[in-house]
Structures are given as C-alpha cells and as structure tokens.
C-alpha cells in the first residue's frame, strides 16, 4: 500500500493557477502509475490525468488537455498537477490516487488520497 496527500488546493480567480502536490509514503511510489481525478458537488468523480511509472507518458481528459499538465518526482515522491488558465467549471475536489498502470478509470485504482479543494471564482 502507498499512502497519498495532496495539497496545494485553494480560491483564485478565473484565468489564474495552482499547483497541486501529491506526496507518497509507505510502499515505492516509482512502482506506481498516478492519476488525478475531481469531483465536484452532486457530480459523479471525474478524470483528469493520469501519468506512468517513468513520466514519460501521459494522458489528459479532454475538458483540461492544454491546461493542465501532470508531472512527478520520484526521487521526492510526489507528483503534481499544474492547473493553468484556471475556470470556474474546474472547482471540485481534487483527488491523487495510485495504481500499477495508468488507468483513466477511478475503480482501477486502490489507493486514494485525503482530497484538496480547488475554487475557481469568476
């Protein structure tokens, strides 16, 4: 099992940005592929982004591809999400989670993070 908590979520203005954090404890965080996921109020958990083990690999959902971007560090472990040009439809819940591949589907992924809110006023 890895443990995972975000952080960096917060209220900005549209057009601004955010950087999100995921920092990984317990088992390799390099084992893991990461996947970024949201959710916002009476909505049902969406994707986001998802990122393989190495980095060199990634794939976006299409309501934020060249927006965002999803990094991560195994040395530090932890991975990112880059928030740009920031809308309101974008304020939700921000989840990380963890699993062996990267998988754009939340029930493919055991591991789940504490969750940070993201505000995005108009």
């Known amino acids: 099992q890895v443990q995972l908590v975000e952080s960096g979520g917060g209220l900005v203005q549209a057009g601004g940005s955010l950087r999100l954090s995921c920092a990984a404890s317990?088992?390799?965080?390099?084992?893991?592929?990461m996947g970024w996921f949201r959710q916002a109020p009476g909505k049902e958990r969406e994707f986001v982004a998802t990122?393989?083990?190495?980095?060199?690999?990634?794939y976006y959902a299409g309501s934020v591809k060249g927006r965002f971007t999803i990094s991560r560090d195994n040395a530090k472990n932890t991975g990112y999400l880059q928030m740009n040009s920031l809308k309101p439809e974008d304020t939700a819940v921000y989840y990380c989670?963890?699993?062996?591949?990267?998988?754009?589907?939340?029930?493919?992924?055991?591991?789940w993070g504490q969750g940070t809110q993201v505000t995005v006023s108009s």
């Open positions: 989670a963890a699993s062996g591949a990267a998988w754009t589907t939340a029930t493919m992924y055991r591991n």
């Open positions: 317990g088992r390799t965080f390099s084992y893991y592929s």
């Open positions: 990122i393989n083990t190495s980095g060199s690999s990634t």
